[in-house]
């Protein structure tokens, strides 16, 4: 297996081939391990034990399924999609209601044909480990802790909470039991409130409540038969109606008692009650579902990997709050296609806006997660139909559909925020057309969900009526290749499942696989610089100093090079106005030859010419041009100045209600028409700018992120090497005796170390010069100033404006004059957005350049590593040497010798470990 920091994801074709060799890769490391002699130090038993986590943790992401995670808020019908896609609408409890309360796994394998779609009739339930569940804990504290210590200071939430974890702590709950009340009005008789309870919001008090049913469930089993770590094997009817979540609840009025309730490992499988109390420490519930190939074949998918699908419990779903969260997010980091469902009715969504964001902040680059997404809005059957009589032709441009049709311009705005603009990964769907035209069971829902069904079939457009099929063929005729014929036609067809299901298969091939591979490759990465830790620690106990400092010249050599060829460059370059040529795709990115380099950052010249586009696209510019077209001189002809008659008069009945033209040919006249002051062209230039701006510095932020995130990975092998212990005493040391004192050692060693932590350099950066758009302040004065024409200022072709000589109104109304203004907006706006992007770019390399400076000239040169005294010829080759090798010969050393290979060495030879 070449050892290369490519991505993966590049050769999705290989993908088959490098997971074979990456499971063997771990398989060998492993063998390594019980051959090698690990010398009795802590630093080389700790590094051992470093290289079996790696490796077990590669063999496991090789292993895994090909993961499908499925997200949502509760109220978008995701269950009921999902039950649908399988072939079994009643796969999963769906209910008006949340329901959903934990995760749900579906194991998928592939049945036999003519047989249909059915789950296993024994479930299994994955409970929380300790752990497990301090973690959660633990995030969920401290999310109430920072926004309480925010919002109400006075409460002392941090003082008393922050460090504290209940589940592992010898006090247990007591301080959280003794804290908590404070939220909640005082009995009669008590001390006051350090807050009135009623200037807090009740989302804390809910957050509490949900502890405490934590605690409760937590201290209720506690005993030998703790269901902590357990797995049970349950009936899934027993599963199914003891796992719902429990109906919304108003907050309580009084502080929440401990309420025991008594379960173990083993009642849990039978009692169905002692089940539902158990919920609070569920980590996961996992179901296998044999899938009908007459229903969806996957593809050929199974025969591949193995594949799964994640039902998250719904965003937002009263009565499971934190604990939700902090499970699917730490889930969602091995997920390797998300499948975002929206309400198209409503796609904005708050909380699935909140779910995304988190993503963010778990080290996924939004380039990366927008790649994994895919969006599907459901419940399409509620979509209205869009009024069209206002766009007459046999052609409808996809922009045009979107100006009248608001619900779909939500899909295709939202949509496209989370997919990055990728109009083929957003499908429209819904279950309830889909179960017609499959004449699929859904008989085991709930009475009122099978009432709910059936009058939505009844609402359903009669069989064979193709009611998106005339908005289809319009879109189809103004452009072929636009998304939206396909995706209407599609849910004519079955609700969009079929859709669906390709846009799956597809996704998971090309995408799928190849995240997996590149997660795999993370691991890969891990294991190899474990390996070669543990290796340095095995030559170190046994050749002794002499070896470490030569380690330290040539691991500096290698940071030198880094530093000065491909980082410092690569800052320097962007320093420098745009460069779009190829030559500069090198420095500016760092890249050399046989290294994998970040993209190129968004070029001056592409924001200049989207920013151009823009601004010609005013439809000011074609309102103008069309009452040149329509005057007889072909002048941009003056506006009417309003009539005396204009609050007399009253529509003739039969008329459509009709767009704003301009109002060139309106019969009452225009008291102040748009394009014919120059305050409307700059209020729309300073739109313009502000809306580019932010976008451009978005581009530019993602960018900077992700240079940043290249770069941590680079140098993920040298931080860990710093930061081994032998190495940091080495450094200290020979830092304060060669550059003058441990004040030096200190400031010049923070300077390597903060180097090395690039991601933490450029957010700080970020923080300091780039804030975020909605916290950018213009100057409003600024932005008129330019913008190329004067401020309050009636042009030509306002009626206000007295006639003038024939040639001079022929030149001052000439259509020539609405170009030419239209291109010195369009040049005026491009210019102050990338003047305004350069400047942020310049400052955030201001801020990095001189920090990488100084880490390299804080390098020591070769001839100031040395040990503290030098050793005497006769000191060499007495001390012992792991298995039997010679004295001081590490495998580094060159030099010539009757050197034994050790286990260690066969696998770094092997694998190509660099």
């Known amino acids: 297996m070449p050892n290369t920091s490519a991505p993966a994801a590049a050769t999705p074709a290989a993908s088959p081939t490098a997971l074979a060799d990456l499971r063997q890769y771990a398989q060998d490391a492993q063998a390594m391990l019980q051959d090698q002699e690990i010398p009795d130090t802590p630093e080389c038993h700790a590094a051992r034990a470093r290289v079996g986590e790696t490796a077990q943790e590669l063999l496991e992401r090789v292993d895994s399924p090909v993961t499908i995670g499925v997200v949502g808020e509760y109220s978008v019908g995701k269950s009921l999609l999902l039950g649908t896609l399988l072939g079994c609408p009643d796969l999963l409890p769906v209910e008006e209601r949340p329901t959903t309360g934990n995760i749900t796994v579906l194991h998928l394998t592939a049945g036999e044909r003519g047989s249909p779609t059915r789950a296993a009739d024994t479930t299994e339930i994955r409970y929380l480990s300790e752990p497990q569940l301090s973690r959660c804990v633990e995030d969920i504290l401290s999310t109430l802790i920072s926004k309480l210590d925010r919002r109400h200071p006075e409460l002392g939430t941090g003082a008393a909470l922050a460090g504290y974890d209940p ?396 530093l000065d060829r491909r980082v410092r460059p690569a800052l320097h370059a962007l320093r420098r106005p745009d460069r779009d040529s190829v030559g500069d795709e090198a420095a500016v990115s760092g890249e050399s030859e046989g290294s994998a380099a970040p993209t190129l950052p968004p070029g001056l010249a592409a924001s200049a010419a989207a920013v151009h586009r823009a601004v010609f696209q005013w439809k000011e510019w074609h309102h103008l041009l069309e009452r040149a077209d329509r005057d007889d001189q072909h002048l941009v002809s003056k506006s009417r100045p309003p009539t005396s008659d204009a609050g007399l008069l009253t529509d003739y009945p039969g008329f459509e209600a009709e767009p704003d033209t301009g109002g060139a040919d309106g019969f009452l006249g225009d008291a102040d028409p748009a394009e014919d002051s120059s305050d409307a062209f700059i209020e729309h230039f300073q739109h313009t700018v502000r809306e580019w701006s932010a976008n451009g510095t978005d581009q530019l932020r993602e960018w900077c992120q992700d240079w940043a995130a290249h770069w941590q990975q680079e140098f993920a092998p040298l931080r860990e090497w710093f930061a081994e212990p032998g190495t940091s005493r080495l450094l200290i040391e020979l830092y304060s005796r060669r550059r003058g004192g441990t004040a030096n050692a200190r400031r010049q060693l923070a300077a390597l170390w903060t180097c090395l932590n690039t991601e933490q350099a450029m957010e700080k950066a970020l923080e300091k010069h780039m804030p975020a758009p909605d916290h950018q302040e213009w100057d409003k004065a600024e932005l008129e100033g330019r913008f190329p024409a004067r401020a309050q200022h009636a042009l030509a072709w306002h009626h206000l404006m007295r006639d003038l000589e024939e040639h001079i109104e022929e030149r001052e109304r000439h259509p020539l004059r609405i170009v030419e203004l239209r291109q010195h907006t369009a040049v005026a706006a491009a210019r102050t957005v990338t003047d305004n992007l350069d400047a942020l770019r310049r400052a955030v390399t201001d801020t990095l350049v001189p920090l990488y400076d100084l880490a390299s000239a804080a390098l020591l040169d070769e001839n100031d590593i040395v040990p503290p005294r030098q050793s005497s010829p006769d000191d060499d080759g007495d001390a012992d040497s792991p298995s039997g090798g010679p004295s001081g010969d590490s495998p580094d050393d060159g030099a010539p010798g009757t050197h034994v290979e050790l286990p260690i060495d066969r696998l770094v030879r092997t694998w190509s470990i660099d």
Request: proline share 8%.
């Open 167 to 562: 589940v592992t702590d010898p006090r247990g709950w007591a301080p959280f039991d003794s804290w908590y009340p404070c939220l909640w009005p005082a009995p009669a008789g008590g001390a006051p409130r350090p807050v009135p309870p009623e200037l807090i919001d009740d989302a804390h008090r809910d957050t509490v409540v949900e502890l405490c049913r934590i605690r409760d469930a937590l201290i209720s089993q506690r005993g030998r038969y703790s269901v902590l770590g357990h797995r049970a094997h349950v009936d899934r009817k027993i599963v199914n109606e003891a796992l719902k979540l429990p109906p919304a609840k108003v907050t309580p009025k009084t502080p929440p008692k401990l309420t025991l309730q008594p379960f173990n490992s083993e009642n849990i499988e039978s009692d169905k009650d002692a089940l539902s109390r158990s919920f609070p420490l569920i980590e996961r519930v996992i179901q296998k579902v044999t899938v009908s190939p007459d229903h969806w074949a996957l593809g050929g998918l199974l025969a591949e990997h193995p594949v799964q699908l994640l039902d998250f419990p719904g965003i937002g779903a009263a009565g499971s709050y934190g604990r939700d969260k902090s499970l699917s997010r730490r889930a969602l980091v091995d997920v390797h296609t998300i499948l975002l469902v929206v309400l198209s009715s409503r796609p904005e969504s708050k909380g699935a806006s909140e779910f995304w964001d988190m993503l963010l902040e778990d080290g996924r680059t939004p380039a990366a997660l927008g790649q994994a997404a895919l969006v599907a809005a459901n419940v399409f059957d509620k979509t209205h139909l869009p009024s069209l009589a206002a766009v007459p032709g046999p052609a409808l441009p996809v922009p045009e559909l979107l100006r009248h049709a608001d619900e779909l311009n939500g899909i295709h705005v939202y949509g496209s925020k989370f997919v990055r603009g990728r109009q083929d990964g957003i499908v429209v769907t819904s279950a309830i057309p889909a179960i017609r035209a499959y004449e699929l069971s859904y008989t085991h829902l709930s009475d009122e969900t099978r009432e709910r069904v059936r009058a939505a079939m009844g609402k359903l457009p009669s069989p064979g009526q193709r009611l998106w099929e005339p908005v289809a063929a319009r879109l189809e005729s103004a452009d072929a290749g636009n998304p939206w014929t396909p995706r209407l036609r599609s849910y004519d067809d079955d609700g969009g499942i079929r859709h669906l299901r390709d846009l799956i298969e597809d996704h998971v091939r090309r995408n799928g696989v190849a995240q997996k591979l590149e997660r795999a490759e993370r691991s890969r990465r891990k294991l190899d610089a474990a390996v070669l830790t543990l290796r340095r620690q095995v030559y170190r106990s046994a050749v002794g100093e002499n070896a470490a400092y030569r380690e330290i010249e040539e691991t500096f050599a290698e940071l030198r090079y880094l």
